[in-house]
């Protein structure tokens, strides 16, 4: 079955401190996966994706084949990362964009 | 940037009628939306895809005469849920794909509360 695990439901880190979101999945075939987050009172918003590679926010994720892992990370958390945040493989193979699968989301906290 | 419409925002309904919500994409055109349900504390789960031109695709477990999805335009799908009932009360957000791009937009979600 497929299906995508975000582990951690809360997460509380220091402002300063590094922090890493994780999230395995179990797909068959490619699928291509994103991390989007929800800011307070906001609507959900992409925030990277595997296939571009690129850093966002001074966010990073490496997709992990052997692990089926696409852990999300940054080196030194700031308070207005403060959201929810959601693992999300695209159940279409990456041809859509949209049908994506969310995993349970993992709601970070920064303390100043 | 794209932005998609999500109306109501919220909307209270009697247990048995009928509620209709809007998604719209505002400055592109989308072939594709998708229309999802939260639960309080829950992610988001979808219900359908939704094609413009086409009947709409439904996931397992959905019902389809239960939530009817209409996608007439490139720029509106529309989600009635029918005789609507206390267990039926939820957050519906709406995602569209961009015809040019493909990316993904989403609404800002309508609570709907069936009393």
């Known amino acids: 079955a497929q299906r995508v695990t975000q582990p951690e439901k809360l997460l509380s880190v220091f402002k300063g401190a590094p922090v890493e979101l994780k999230c395995n999945y179990s797909?068959?075939?490619?699928?291509?996966l994103f991390w989007y987050v929800q800011y307070s009172r906001q609507r959900l918003q992409l925030l990277l994706r595997?296939?571009s590679r690129e850093s966002i926010k001074g966010f990073t994720a490496d997709l992990n084949k052997g692990e089926t892992s696409f852990h999300l990370k940054k080196p030194f958390a700031q308070e207005e990362d403060s959201a929810m945040y959601y693992c999300?493989?695209?159940?279409?193979?990456?041809?859509?964009?949209?049908?994506?699968?969310f995993g349970q989301g993992t709601i970070l906290t920064v303390h100043p | 940037g794209a932005v998609v419409s999500q109306h109501p925002s919220w909307v209270i309904c009697k247990s048995g009628t009928s509620v209709k919500i809007e998604c719209r994409s505002l400055?592109?055109?989308?072939?594709?939306m998708f229309w999802y349900r939260q639960f309080p504390k829950q992610s988001l789960m979808l219900m359908a895809t939704?094609?413009?031109?086409?009947?709409?695709?439904?996931e397992q477990g959905v019902e389809k005469d239960k939530f009817l999805i209409n996608h007439a335009s490139l720029t509106l799908s529309t989600l009635t849920v029918t005789s609507a009932h206390p267990e039926d009360s939820s957050f519906y957000i709406c995602?569209?794909?961009?015809?040019?791009?493909?990316?993904?937009?989403f609404g800002e979600g309508s609570r709907l509360t069936v009393l």
């Open positions: 995602s569209a794909a961009s015809r040019n791009t493909g990316e993904l937009f």
């Open positions: 797909y068959s075939g490619s699928p291509e």
């Open positions: 595997h296939i």
């Open positions: 999300a493989p695209d159940k279409a193979g990456g041809t859509s964009y949209g049908k994506l699968t």
């Open positions: 400055d592109f055109q989308a072939t594709t």
């Open positions: 939704s094609n413009e031109g086409s009947k709409a695709t439904y």
